[in-house]
């Protein structure tokens, strides 16, 4: 069984910070990428950013400069740094996970976490 379990989402006043954590966690060989989206009421669902196990980040123009995405490989975290938030970036986060989980599994299978929800507004 594979958890992803995110956390740190709230109310926050314009132009204010969030933090949002996610860990993984149960039978776990390896995490190749990992990321955080979004999903806002009558929206499809978005990517925010997303991180691979080695290399550059991607990260969404709507948020470039004001989000920034991080991992902690030895713990299976990801987190989501944001800055200066708007209203528009209110939305239900979810973050998710490209896992093997055994050594001898034939691939990477994509995880989700529930979702925390992020309020942006005065």
């Known amino acids: 069984q594979v958890q992803l379990v995110e956390s740190g989402g709230g109310l926050v006043q314009p132009g204010g910070s969030l933090r949002l954590s996610c860990e993984a966690s149960?039978?776990?060989?390896?995490?190749?990428?990992m990321g955080w989206y979004r999903q806002a009421p009558g929206n499809q669902r978005e990517l925010v950013a997303a991180i691979p196990s080695g290399g550059s980040t991607n990260v969404a123009d709507s948020v470039k400069g004001r989000f920034t995405i991080s991992r902690d490989n030895a713990k299976n975290t990801v987190y989501l740094q944001m800055s200066s938030l708007k209203p528009e970036d209110t939305a239900t986060y979810y973050c998710?996970?490209?896992?093997?989980?055994?050594?001898?599994?034939?691939?990477?299978?994509?995880?989700w976490g529930q979702g925390t929800q992020v309020t942006v507004s005065s």
């Open positions: 149960g039978s776990i060989f390896r995490i190749s990428s």
């Open positions: 998710n996970a490209n896992i093997k989980r055994y050594i001898y599994s034939s691939g990477y299978v994509t995880y």
